[in-house]
């Protein structure tokens, strides 16, 4: 079985920067694709940005797209998000997640799995 764990979130002000990292255990093969979900406290879970293994697609949501930056090491077994230039919005917990199709926004967390425990990250103004 995959199983996903993000971590790397922290506390940080405005205009800072994290680098999230997403350790992944078991099968991991180039036509798999990993995304980031954030989701704030009463809020619907959201896709900021995927890649997909083989072809190094990318994709980013509006609202993080040049500040967002993500990137994998295949040999490794990791996926990572740089975040920059952070806001008090991009305050969420922070997950990374498997699935077949590289896209972001609201309503495709159902087609993701192996959803691990998230990372918080949280931007002071």
């Known amino acids: 079985d995959v199983q996903l764990q993000a971590s790397g979130g922290g506390l940080v002000q405005t205009g800072g920067s994290l680098r999230l990292s997403c350790a992944v255990s078991?099968?991991?093969?180039?036509?798999?694709?990993i995304a980031w979900f954030r989701q704030a406290p009463g809020k619907e879970r959201v896709g900021v940005s995927c890649i997909s293994q083989g072809d190094a697609i990318t994709r980013y949501a509006d609202a993080v797209k040049d500040r967002f930056v993500i990137s994998s090491d295949s040999a490794k077994k990791m996926v990572y998000l740089q975040v920059n230039n952070l806001k008090p919005e991009d305050t969420a917990v922070y997950y990374c997640a498997i699935g077949e199709v590289c896209y972001v926004g609201y309503g495709v967390a159902s087609d993701f799995t192996d959803w691990g425990p998230g990372t918080q990250v949280t931007v002071s103004s």
């Open positions: 078991g099968p991991f093969f180039d036509d798999n694709v």
